[in-house]
T-cell receptor, first 109, second 116 residues
């Protein structure tokens, strides 16, 4: 079956760095997306990885290892507004996104 | 990025009534739109894939007669929750993909439905 594993909740301090890990199992693979979702709002796109390696985009970076079925989202210089849920969503062979419950990130001053 | 607009953002209705939610792609044409439902602290659940000019493809367990989807144009898809019941109360979100099948999904703002 298809499966995503992310921590349910993480806490970090403003200004620090946090890494949110994601392991996945899918039927085929066409890349992996990370989305940010604030409470009560729809998800917004953060990153897309289809090749192994690290993609850096400002304060956010995303890493992918296809052979290990593993990705992480790295958030630097954390700000209070980064408090949100972060959704790891791999895309299967039918180009369907597989969604987990996400990781709720709590930022403390 | 591309803009997807969803309306209404919040709706409260009485049990047994029907509610229509609209999803519009504002600056691009979307041949395919997706409808999701999300309960509190749970993952997005794909309900159906809406295809312009043809019938929607529903996921297993989603009642097509209860959740009517119409995709009459390249910029508009609608979801109608018929004979709504309190258990239908949820956050409904539409999305559309720009470009290829592997393109990123752009989401509407979501519609919070409360059925009394």
């Amino acid at each position: 079956g298809q499966n995503i594993d992310q921590p349910t909740e993480m806490t970090a301090t403003e200004g620090a760095i946090v890494q949110i890990n994601c392991t996945y199992q899918t039927s085929g693979f066409n890349g992996l997306f990370w989305y940010q979702q604030h409470a009560g709002e729809a998800p917004t796109f953060l990153s897309y990885n289809v090749l192994d390696g690290l993609e850096e985009k400002g304060r956010f970076s995303s890493f992918l290892s296809r052979s290990k079925g593993y990705s992480y989202l790295l958030l630097k210089e954390l700000q209070m507004k980064d408090s949100a849920s972060y959704l790891c969503a791999p895309m299967d062979s039918n180009y369907q996104l597989i969604w987990g419950a996400g990781t709720k990130l709590i930022i403390k001053p | 990025g591309a803009v997807v607009s969803q309306h209404p953002s919040r709706v409260i209705c009485k049990s047994g009534t029907s509610v229509k939610i609209e999803c519009r792609s504002l600056d691009f044409q979307a041949t395919t739109m997706f409808w999701y439902r999300q309960f509190p602290k749970q993952s997005l659940m794909l309900m159906a894939t809406s295809n312009e000019g043809s019938k929607a493809t529903y996921e297993q367990g989603v009642e097509k007669d209860k959740f009517l989807i119409n995709h009459a144009s390249l910029t508009l898809s609608t979801l109608t929750v018929t004979s709504a019941h309190p258990e239908d109360s949820s956050f409904y979100i539409c999305s559309a993909r720009v470009g290829t099948e592997a393109g990123e999904l752009f989401f509407g703002e979501g519609s919070r439905l409360t059925v009394l």
